[in-house]
T-cell receptor, first 116, second 115 residues
Framework: AQSVTQLDSHVSVSEGTPVLLRCNYS??????LFWYVQHPNKGLQLLLK??????LVKGINGFEAEFKKSETSFHLTKPSAHMSDAAEYFC??????????????FGKGTKLSVKP | EAQVTQNPRYLITVTGKKLTVTCSQN?????MSWYRQDPGLGLRQIYY???????DKGDVPEGYKVSRKEKRNFPLILESPSPNQTSLYFC??????????????FGPGTRLTVT
């Protein structure tokens, strides 16, 4: 069965310092993986996606993620946090088998706080 | 503008009073789905539809119904709402199962409170 685990429910960083949001996945297949961001009282926005091309994926707003098959990880990083990065982030895996092909499985989310 | 719209955006209702949340997309997408978001649980899929007249249960379908009579619309129906259905609901669409991008477009959300 495919699943995704976000290792931290809350992460707090200071503005200008690096961001690391951790995600591990479980999949019997070569997975498609995504990071979505949700700002307070807003909908969901796709940050970046991995679909078996380059293992280092660059997204919007300076975020990137690296797919590591040996570690079954897809951690999200940013070199320097900005106040506007404060939001909730979701790691997502795509189900790709049987009748449910194309369904997304969401992690429980990581709330990122950025201190001035 | 390509978008997914939901109505209403906010709804407060009472237990047992039937309600419908509408969802519409203007991108000619085949695939549509409904999610609920609860604190600490992320988003969980309620129902999905792979095309007109084709719907199937997601992870948490109990207490919900859907229909897909037209490609653009995918309403969520709560026949007899209960307080445990108080949640934030998102509708989403994407081109179809065979599409390489698999990017889902999300609606703005509907915050439902059942008292």
């Amino acid at each position: 069965a495919q699943s995704v685990t976000q290792l931290d429910s809350h992460v707090s960083v200071s503005e200008g310092t690096p961001v690391l949001l951790r995600c591990n996945y479980s999949s019997s297949y070569s997975p498609s993986l995504f990071w979505y961001v949700q700002h307070p009282n807003k909908g969901l926005q796709l940050l970046l996606k991995y679909t078996s091309a380059a293992t280092l994926v660059k997204g919007i707003n300076g975020f990137e993620a690296e797919f590591k098959k040996s570690e079954t990880s897809f951690h999200l990083t940013k070199p320097s946090a900005h106040m506007s990065d404060a939001a909730e982030y979701f790691c997502v895996v795509l189900l790709g088998y049987g009748g449910s092909q194309g369904n997304l499985i969401f992690g429980k989310g990581t709330k990122l706080s950025v201190k001035p | 503008e390509a978008q997914v719209t939901q109505n209403p955006r906010y709804l407060i209702t009472v237990t047992g009073k039937k309600l419908t949340v509408t969802c519409s997309q203007n991108m000619n997408h085949e695939y549509m789905s409904w999610y609920r978001q609860d604190p600490g649980l992320g988003l969980r899929q309620i129902y999905y539809s792979m095309n007109v007249e084709v719907t199937d249960k997601g992870d948490v379908p109990e207490g919900y119904k859907v229909s897909r009579k037209e490609k653009r619309n995918f309403p969520l129906i709560l026949e007899s709402p209960s307080p445990n259905q108080t949640s934030l609901y998102f509708c989403a669409s994407r081109p179809g199962p065979g599409h390489a991008a698999y990017e889902q477009y999300f609606g703005p959300g509907t915050r439902l409170t059942v008292t």
